[in-house]
């Protein structure tokens, strides 16, 4: 059985902040739009809220990119709105983790401008420099083959030094170099100052990338057609992670803070614990990639790849089973700010049945065993944007780069642009990045300026003032989900998980078992028609006799009893049974 914890009960809500609530009327979102909203969030049931990076920065990646890690953007507000927001978030019983972008600088930051300014400078180490390579034709080339994971080479070079950074990202955001022991003391430092503020945490951006392969050797060729390669096997999960990630525990420690550590590119159960494992010391939780990059295809998101529940549910048994065994916990989310609306995503609708989609992927993830995030607009069904927009409201410096890139991939193919477009409707970072949709009023009341980017015209149907009246909205049901939680926290959050139907093309069912508080049984249609699914017994049972604690629909479903009993569900519907114990 895990051991009890605060964070372990937790649900954290995701704020990208430039797309809650604009307060000046520039455009853009504010922290004093954040606070405004503080009452919906204590009334949605969350208790932590996960703030997207705020710092000083040029924006080139939403502010990825940061060039100052002690002041604030100044569209933003500032470091007194930062204090103000602890402490609000503080007095309602709430917390506040901030995002830690470690792993890259922007190149806007004093400590690049210094590295850049000469050979010799004391900074110089403190990012990833190497001499060129040159080829048999005597042009000059990169050090290595790395691709950048937003397309292009990872190494840009630098004119007046004559040697090139790596960037593992956008050419501004180059490489710390986590091998200098200053740079770890450092990035100490700036969690002090925020914590000493009262922080309770961090959410720490591509945390697994900071240790690199000693000698940054070539990339083995997995895509012959592209001039550079995929190279994680050389940066996800290097030799110095742990070590490096025990430094970062040393703080947290210190304030018994919280850490939840991004890390894509993980896929083996044996590596993941070795961060996330109770006697480790390391991180709470991590961001495991295996969901939300179940339908990339080849070469970059921007290609297709078919996925089936099966496979779905064979990952979620993997993380659920693997974490309770071995004393590791889960960060359970769907949608974040560099992933597509889960609705849109995941479960394709007619339209009438976009509110029981939205709340049979709340109820898939919400009964999980892990701590729960919730991006802002999940918890109205936000969807994708509208698939008439052009590819120049994609603002997403990712969008763009990977866009560019995969249509040259496409190059001879009459229908290759459309089929790039395709998949950039469907999975491109913007559609979790428009503004906040809260009522009819002009641009979903997000902002009474010009927003930075187009709200989606859906906000006449769908936006939180409608939900908030009505009790059959998307926002109700999770309103529910997350108190009845916190209310069965031994069985949903602490019990034991047990995948049934696991071949079973459209229903995803599974059991949440705790030896004393009881027994729960989730059974959910990931398809937008009626199926007529054959039950295991246990299920029936449960159908037919515990108490249905959580549902989509008003009525209790039909069950057909022939040679074997059929339970009728109906387009995307969620049911959870709830067997409590008697207590004599
Ligand atoms: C993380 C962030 C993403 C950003 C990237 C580079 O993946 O979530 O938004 O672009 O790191 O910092």
Redesign the pocket.
Known sequence: MPQKAWWKEAAVYQIYPASVCDLNGDGIGDIPGILSKLDYLESLGVDVVWLCPVYESPQV??G??ISDYRAIHAPYGTVQDVDQLIAALHKRGMKLVMDL?V??TSDQHAWFKESRSSLDNPKRDWYIWRKPRWDAEGNRQPPNNWAS?FGGSAWSFDEETGEYYLHL?CKE?PDLNWENPDVAQAVHDVMTFWLDKGVDGFRM??INFISKTPGLPDAPVTIPDQQFQPAELHYADGPRLHEFLRGLRGILDKYNAFAVG?M?GVKEEAEVLKSVAEDRKELNMIFQFDIICLDNGRNNKFFPKEWSLPKLKAIVHKWQTCMFDNSGWNALFLE???QSRSVSRFTPHRPENRNAAAKMLATFMGMQAGTLFVYQGQELGMANLPKDWGIDEYKDV?TQNLYRLALEQHRGDPDGAEKVMDQVRLKA?DHGRSPMQWNTQKHGGFTTGTPWMRVNEDYLHCNAEQQQRDPSSVFAYWQRLLRLRKQHADTFVYGSFELLAADDPAVVCYRRVHASAGAATVVLNFTDGEYAWEAPPGVVKAWEGARRILANYAEPGEIRKHSAAVVCLRPFEAVVLLEERKMC
């Open positions: 990646d939403m990825y990119d972008v792993n890259h994971v990202f955001q951006d591509v991004e894509p974040n700010h560099d990712e970072r």
